[in-house]
């Protein structure tokens, strides 16, 4: 199962999350201007377990170094795809955690996520010498944030079945806890590998926690001085519509949701519309001047009727506010 997006929408720029994801991307291209000395710059920046347990090997840091590695392992990365993979649910899951808990908790709070699942990691690994990178920790934390937060909200999910790319929209709780239970299985059915485990299901505890302490934290109001900063001017390019229709009618009626920029300025969506038994990517195009209101037609995308008729998919324009 591969997650597309998620349907919870988001009113603001996640500034911090994509912040994290510039940083990541930035310190993988030093990773890889290392050369052949990458395996020593990992074990230098990465979380090594040994370092903090053997003392012939902890006597060769600084209590600086030591610290420092505590933050930096979460920031580095085993290879391109293990950095995709990780960015891609940090840009899901992200920015509907951050405008919940505001910039500024957010980003103590993924700090704190990961520098948790590098500690379960450590406590189940103590004598490891093999460098943990990755920022699957801090992430963990973020799905677990999310789980709490947001559990009726829906995954739009790829399972390509051979050639054919089929999509489901999954509910946010079941996805996750697919998830959080594999972690479980892999961690306890006893070998490690070359993951951290016990890493994703300490920062994914950690992540609801904190989620569930953050809501008796006073307030320090910073997050409402730059909301009007980090508005957003425009809705999701994907969205997941779910069509309804009355009875003997042929066509489907549903809603696409667009700024009053975009309105006034024309915009390109890419909707997921049921399709048999799965759902179909379609684009529409929302053209300049279009109202709220309006409704635009998706010729042929309706109900077939007992004479071989088949309806029109019709989207209502709504604004976005």
């Not at 230098?44 to 003392?55: D, Q």
Request: proline residues 5%.
């Amino acid at each position: 199962m591969i997650p597309i997006r998620d349907t919870q929408s988001s009113h603001s720029v996640a500034v911090v999350t994509r912040t994290l994801i510039a940083i990541n991307v930035g310190v993988f291209l030093v990773q890889l201007a290392q050369g052949e000395g990458i395996l020593r710059f990992n074990y230098f920046y990465g979380l090594v377990p040994a370092r903090y347990t053997v003392e012939r090997i902890s006597a060769h840091f600084s209590l600086a170094q030591q610290a420092f590695a505590l933050l930096s392992f979460m920031f580095l990365h085993g290879g391109f795809l293990h950095l995709l993979g990780n960015m891609w649910s940090l840009y899901i899951f992200g920015d509907n955690v951050e405008e919940r808990l505001g910039p500024f908790r957010f980003l103590a709070f993924y700090l704190l996520c990961g520098l948790i699942s590098g500690l379960a990691h450590m406590i189940s690994n103590p004598m490891s010498n093999i460098p943990t990178v990755g920022a699957s920790g801090a992430i963990a934390g973020v799905m677990g944030g999310y789980f709490l937060l947001f559990p009726a909200a829906r995954i739009l999910t790829l399972v390509p079945i051979v050639f054919i790319p089929l999509f489901f929209e999954i509910p946010a709780f079941i996805f996750i806890g697919i998830w959080f239970l594999l972690q479980v299985f892999n961690a306890t059915s006893g070998g490690q590998g070359a993951i951290a485990w016990w890493a994703h299901i300490g920062g994914f505890i950690a992540g609801m926690l904190l989620v569930k302490l953050s809501g008796r934290l006073p307030a320090s109001g910073l997050s409402q001085r730059i909301k009007p900063l980090t508005a957003r001017h425009h809705t999701d390019r994907l969205q997941v519509i779910r069509p309804t229709a009355e009875t003997d009618d042929a066509n489907l009626y549903g809603t696409v949701r667009v700024t009053e920029r975009e309105a006034r300025q024309g915009t390109t969506k890419m909707i997921n519309v049921p399709w048999g038994f799965h759902k179909r990517l379609l684009r529409v195009t929302v053209p300049p001047g279009v109202s709220e209101g309006n409704r635009l037609r998706l010729k042929g995308l309706g109900r077939w009727t007992a004479d071989g008729h088949r309806g029109d998919l019709y989207l209502q324009v709504v604004y976005d506010r």
